[in-house]
């Protein structure tokens, strides 16, 4: 009689089974089209743009021209550049310096190359906006009318001084002979001057705030009014 042969252990069915998963999920993830901005995108625009990038250019770049859309900080930056050059995305190589620490430059791979245009290709993204110092303007009320309005002159004074930097940034664009010396440049002057205008227009609305606090000041001191006297005075009108 012949033995029966012996039934696949429960676990190398698991691993199988699990691997299957895994292979469907990287599948899907590499077809799913990329639509929405992330880090990644962002860092390979800029590597796309200027072959042998090291990963303090990059972080010199968020902290200077593109601060006014789009933060990260060097914590977020190095991990994910060695993310994406696992991913194929960029190739690294290391540079060595004499008299200075050697440094790892990035170049985009025909992949990166790839998912990158993929990304600009893609329908139209509305963006979703945090505002700190707006949400807490939403609820300034509390502060009275004295409160509301140093805040909003507090909120005015650093985004004055914040469009005097991007001011400061044109006036050396202008120095330099001019804001085109080539299309990337183009487009990193047209990020600049809607962050000028984005400034403008914070400082405005700031003013504007202001003066409408002052000129409705029985607004506030109607809300600070204890609830028994607002509701005699509901009761008299």
């Known amino acids: 009689m012949r033995p029966n042969p012996p039934a696949?252990?429960?676990?190398?069915?698991g691993v199988r089974k699990k691997r299957k998963a895994t292979d469907s999920s990287d599948a899907k993830t590499r077809a799913t089209p990329r639509s929405k901005a992330s880090l990644e995108l962002a860092l390979l625009g800029l590597i796309a743009e200027e072959h042998q990038r090291s990963g303090y250019d990059l972080v010199q770049t968020?902290?200077?021209?593109?601060?006014?859309y789009w933060h990260a900080h060097p914590g977020q930056i190095y991990p994910t550049l060695d993310r994406m050059e696992r991913d194929g995305w960029i190739a690294g190589r290391e540079v060595i310096q004499r008299g200075r620490p050697n440094k790892r430059v990035y170049s985009i791979t025909a992949e990166g190359r790839r998912v990158l245009l993929e990304w600009l290709r893609s329908p139209y993204e509305p963006f979703k906006m945090k505002n700190p110092p707006l949400l807490k303007s939403r609820f300034l009320a509390h502060l009275g009318a004295d409160g509301a309005r140093a805040k909003f002159t507090e909120m005015r004074d650093s985004m004055t001084s914040y469009l005097e930097v991007l001011r400061g940034y044109d006036r050396k664009i202008a120095q330099q002979g001019g804001p085109y010396k080539d299309v990337n440049e183009m487009m990193v002057y047209f990020t600049l001057r809607r962050g000028m205008e984005f400034a403008r227009g914070e400082v405005e609305f700031c003013?504007?705030?202001?003066?409408?606090?002052?000129?409705?000041r029985?607004?506030?001191?109607?809300?600070?009014?204890?609830?028994?006297a607002r509701k005699t005075a509901r009761a008299i009108r």
Not at 8 to 13: F, I, K, N, T, V
Not at 62 to 68: E, Q
Request: glycine share 2%.
């Open 8 to 13: 696949p252990s429960l676990e190398g069915r």
């Open 62 to 68: 968020f902290r200077i021209s593109m601060v006014h």
């Open 207 to 216: 003013e504007w705030a202001m003066a409408e606090i002052e000129r409705h």
């Open 218 to 228: 029985e607004l506030f001191e109607a809300a600070s009014a204890p609830s028994s």
